[in-house]
């Protein structure tokens, strides 16, 4: 199976858009008005971009820290993003969740948090409620490689399985957790995969950096949960260009634990970039067509973060509001 033309023009566009929405979240960010912890997935958009791509409508996501990337593919208003990072009321959790707490119900991304694991439990709680009430509904997590070393996400696995929960697991594999590498956190050979074949789910590892690689993969694994074969884990390879929280690149900040070299040779690989290529490889589009889009996508998130900086703060009245 492989995505056809228009279908391959329309996750190009998402992808740029998420790329130049992350880009320009990057620069605003260094003006310090932005006073929340921000987790950039430029490089990694592929992933939430080839998923979200293959999801149909009344289907729910979940994410991590590093949302905003899953948060925009799924259909998120970026007016509403930049108005959560300036922690304006008109944010989409109303200035009061930040980068990492995002939601847009009405778009089925569900929620975003911080806690490690945690999402993978709750989506395979949404993922039960949709096997109860007879649906054909799919609820999916992302998280990073972390998640695997920790007991819910085991725990998960397991109910999950036994009970063939229409939930997809899908693993951000960018080799590192904050500043440690998967060859210090894991043993040597570990196989992602093989651990949630162990439990009893379907599982499959493809290049996170293709995005029509992962829209083939998630299409199969989708129509095959719907059709009752149960819950599934999808590993993405994929890497992340900046800092683990802020907006700069760790060899500029002086930090060791990874080689700007090694860095270098994913950004030769950026999941932007290949699928531009791939289509103008096809003549579906033009590098003038190229830059028509991102002119215009430029016009359009400059004028959306400037409106969001002008939205007032939250009033110190609300301060309980919501508070139990």
Known sequence: MT??????????????????????????????????????GIGQEAVAVGVCGALRQGDVVYTHHRSHNHYLAQGGDFFALASELYGRSTGCSEGRG?????????SGFIASSAILGEMVA???GSALAFKIDGETRVAVSFFGDATCEEGVFYETLNYAAIHKLPVLLVCENNLYSTESSLSVRQPPGTDLCARARAFGLSALSVDGNDVEAVYNAAEEILQNIRAGVGPTFLECRTYRWLEHVGPNYDHDMGRTYRQRAEL????????????AAKLMESQAI??????????????????????????????????????W
Not at 7 to 34: F, N
Not at 264 to 270: F, L, P, Q
């Open 3 to 40: 995505a056809d033309r228009q279908t391959l023009l329309y996750l190009y566009r998402r992808l740029s858009y998420i790329r130049q929405a992350e880009s320009l979240l990057v620069r605003l960010y260094k003006e310090q008005q932005m006073r929340t912890p921000t987790h950039f």
């Open 98 to 106: 930040g980068s990492v707490h995002l939601t847009a119900r009405e």
């Open 122 to 124: 709750v989506a395979a």
């Open 264 to 275: 270098e040779e994913w950004m030769a690989r950026c999941p932007v970039k290949r699928c």
């Open 286 to 323: 033009s590098e003038q067509e190229i830059a028509r889009i991102e002119a215009d996508f430029d016009a359009e998130l400059e004028a959306a973060a400037a409106k969001a900086r002008q939205q007032p703060f939250p009033d110190a009245s609300d301060l309980f509001r919501n508070v």
